[in-house]
């Protein structure tokens, strides 16, 4: 009997979620917060770009500078030129008349130019990437000469801090209660949830960035074969709006700027403690060699699922051509588990994680992949003992599992616009702005 209850008590401590130290959701303007007045001759038309989640906060942003620049809000166009040339329209992925209903005490949207203004010159605009209202305030001098400006890109737009309180509480208004998918999106992704639920009592959503595109940018080879690094560094290389063409892949992992490997998560939820008849969805797309690499994982665990072993072939019929519908799914799955995991922190990793702590700081374990990689090197090297690797793992991660803490700045020492690029992203951790206890509240 008392073995039974260690064991119990074990399995609990390795779902139970961090306090949340009577934090909650936080997004209710302020007492000097005015309803929007309508602009009848002032409109901004956006092209959102990148994958689902880039777009997603992309589009918040958006929200909350027409807010600043007192402009009707054109619905986003989505982005279709990426590298998954995905041809979904802004109504496919989201639901567009709850959008524009949600935001219309903040914001004027419409769905579309009035014929009377289609043809007018446009000042088309790539806005400063993390600016702040000022900016913005000065951006408006752009109204004396036109009547519709066009916003070429929308990602990372607004400055992460420093920025009025209403304006950060719209921004969460915009992403977590007025960016609501589709309905066929939502049900479909519930009734997926149900089926894991069905499965087991609790699970983990994966986000396992194992996948061409993410290894081919990173330059990560470790672990494949000469031929699929070959394969990799052609696509860097024709790739033109990559930046980095020659990237020392020993390097990057040792850094810890590499996607874990499929074996590396393996060792590490091993490490954690998880029985290996843990239920784990993936949350990702095609996985880079297939089974050959994924093998490494489900030899340890092999109660891995994804969507396509969840839905039936006519449920994904209609979206499994467009990438940003899929990812959606993973999205609504991945927000629902009772832990989420990435092994890389991109933009779906971190835009999970913030929107995680907001709905009461759901349990999210982020790998802390320098501190792992230097473990699985000694562990290969002989150098460190396998019963020890649990121990050393689970003291690198007590501190990363989810719990409320205040949004990070830029590391000291940076200075000047530098610093803006590299502070923690609003969208990853909206405490304390849209995160608080009543008392901390602002009215």
């Known amino acids: 009997m008392l073995f039974c209850n260690i064991l119990q008590l074990l399995d609990h401590r390795l779902w139970e979620p961090p306090s949340s130290q009577g934090l909650h959701e936080c997004v209710k303007p302020t007492s000097k917060y005015n ?26 942003d958006m929200v909350a500078v027409a807010r600043i620049m007192n402009a009707t809000l054109v619905i986003p166009q989505l982005d279709k030129s990426s590298f998954w040339q995905d041809s979904s329209t802004f109504s496919n992925v989201f639901d567009e008349l709850h959008f524009i209903e949600s935001l219309q005490e903040d914001v004027r949207v419409v769905k579309e130019l009035p014929k009377e203004v289609e043809s007018l010159p446009r000042a088309r605009k790539h806005f400063t990437l993390w600016s702040g209202v000022s900016y913005y305030e000065e951006m408006t001098q752009l109204w004396k000469e036109y009547q519709v400006i066009h916003v070429a890109k929308s990602d990372s737009r607004l400055a992460n801090n420093d920025l009025p309180i209403d304006i950060q509480r719209l921004r969460c208004r915009a992403l977590y209660h007025a960016l609501r998918f589709s309905p066929s999106i939502e049900i479909l992704g519930k009734t997926l949830v149900e089926r894991l639920r ?10 396992l960035r194992y996948e061409k595109d993410m290894l081919s940018f990173t330059g990560c080879t470790y672990g494949l074969t000469d031929v699929e690094s070959e394969e ?8 033109s709006h990559w930046k980095m063409k020659n990237i020392n892949s020993t390097e990057q992992r040792i850094n810890g700027l590499c996607p874990l490997t499929p074996k590396e998560v393996g060792i590490f939820l091993q490490a954690l403690g ?22 490494e994982l489900t030899s340890r665990f092999p109660n891995i699922v994804f969507k396509e072993m969840l839905a039936s072939q006519e449920e994904l019929k ?9 990812a959606a799914l993973d999205y609504i799955i991945s927000i629902e588990s009772d832990i989420f995991i990435p092994s890389h922190s991109g933009n779906m990793a971190r835009t999970v994680e913030g929107h995680r702590r907001f709905l009461g700081h759901r349990k999210t ?32 991660h007590r501190n990363r599992v989810g719990a409320p803490r205040r949004r990070g ?3 000291s020492g940076i200075r000047g616009r ?4 590299l502070e923690e992203s609003f969208y990853q951790n909206p405490f304390p702005e849209c995160i608080c206890n009543s008392q901390s509240a602002v009215r």
């Open 35 to 60: 309803k929007a007045t309508p602009v009848w001759d002032r409109y901004m038309t956006v092209r959102s770009n990148g994958g689902l989640n880039q777009m997603r906060t992309g589009i918040a």
């Open 198 to 207: 069905s499965r087991a009592e609790k699970y983990i959503a994966l986000h």
């Open 232 to 239: 990799l560094r052609i696509m860097r290389e024709k790739t």
């Open 274 to 295: 998880y029985p290996p008849s843990t239920l784990i969805y993936i949350a990702a797309g095609e996985i880079y060699g297939g089974d050959t690499h994924l093998s």
């Open 318 to 326: 209609k979206i499994s051509s467009h990438a940003s519908q899929t």
């Open 365 to 396: 374990i982020t790998p802390d992949r320098k501190g792992l990689v230097e473990l699985f090197d000694k562990l290969e090297a002989g150098r460190l003992q396998v019963s020890s690797l649990p121990r050393h793992v689970k003291q690198l």
């Open 409 to 411: 700045g830029a590391p």
């Open 418 to 421: 530098a610093r803006l690029r």
